[in-house]
């Protein structure tokens, strides 16, 4: 640094061929550059240029150093960038609330642009049922966090904010061998059959809570498991049915022979959720800009970050 001003004064003058046009170009009067370029030769010990009639013109070592100086400077602007860049880096954790299988959220797409946007921050996964997850955000102990619910479920709440990324169906499974007991596909007649039930933070629960509740049914169960790849694995072993979601049950069905109840489904729908309270956090913010990378989504920039809310559930919590 003890030559930076020279060496301004050096690379100015040389590429003018005057140190009063270099002065105008570094906003400084011709005495100051004229001082700071002799400081320098002087404590160079070398001469950099001399006068000619057309104005100064580099010596055989200004000419060796220019390219050195020029270098020098433009390491040190690039410096100072990176520098000033460091004040707006986003830094910190984010706690996400994951649910079901990566592949099916787009986990992976959405951490590398995650990252790639903001490389300073740091991820942390919770992997749990999504009723599990709307209660840690809700309560502060998750940033953000995938969500299952029917379509359009419920009004803008108080609390939590939420974003649809997208719509598919669940499906009744059975184990390969009992079509004719799917032969009724009626609730009433499927509810009298042997199910495996999930806890009340599933969405496997409160999805058939919502068609069955109405007609004053309950599901017979016979096994309650709280992770999907262990219902699958029950249906498989002949022990009941179950609810799975459409690309699962096609290929269950394909690959397995599982039953897949005709005529039979309930929408569903995957959203992202946080704090409504957050949603201007540089954390967050950063999240829902990788977010809508990953699934297109309008509207979810720093102008318009939330859209919809989650209503509350007193009543039900959420699975997978």
């Not at 009941?240 to 096609?250: E, V």
């Not at 990378?293 to 509207?299: I, S």
């Amino acid at each position: 640094m003890q030559h930076l001003q020279g060496l301004r004064a050096f690379v100015a003058v040389a590429r003018e061929g005057s140190v009063s046009r270099a002065a105008d170009r570094l906003h400084l009067t011709q005495p100051a550059v004229s001082l700071k370029l002799k400081q320098l030769q002087d404590d160079l010990g070398l001469k950099l240029f001399r006068r000619k009639p057309q104005g100064l013109v580099l010596t055989a070592d200004g000419q060796s150093l220019l390219p050195v100086a020029e270098k020098a400077l433009a390491g040190l602007a690039a410096f100072d960038q990176s520098a000033r860049a460091l004040h707006s880096t986003i830094r910190g954790r984010l706690k996400i609330g994951t649910i079901v299988d990566p592949e099916f959220i787009r986990l992976g797409a959405f951490l590398h642009r995650l990252v790639a946007r903001a490389p300073q921050l740091e991820t942390e996964l919770h992997q749990g049922m999504s009723g599990r997850v709307l209660e840690q955000v809700r309560n502060g102990s998750l940033d953000v966090g995938y969500f299952l619910a029917p379509p359009g479920a419920g009004p803008a709440g108080p609390e939590l904010m939420h974003r649809e990324l997208t719509r598919f169906d669940y499906h009744v499974i059975a184990p390969a061998g009992w079509a004719a007991r799917l032969s009724d596909t009626r609730w009433s007649s499927l509810a009298a059959l042997p199910w495996i039930v999930t806890p009340e933070d599933s969405v496997h629960n409160r999805l058939l809570a919502s068609v069955m509740e109405p007609e004053g049914l309950v599901p017979q169960g016979v096994a309650q498991v709280d992770q999907e790849a262990c219902m699958l694995d029950l249906v498989r072993a002949g022990v009941g049915l179950s609810l799975a979601r459409d690309a699962l049950a096609m290929a269950e069905r394909q690959e397995r022979g599982l039953v897949v109840a005709e005529g039979v489904r309930i929408p569903c729908a995957l959203s992202f959720i946080w704090r409504r309270d957050r949603e201007h956090e540089p954390v967050i913010a950063e999240a829902l800009e990788a977010l809508a990378g990953v699934w297109r989504l309008e509207g979810l920039g720093s102008a318009g970050l939330a859209e919809r809310g989650i209503q509350k559930h007193h009543d039900h919590k959420t699975d997978q």
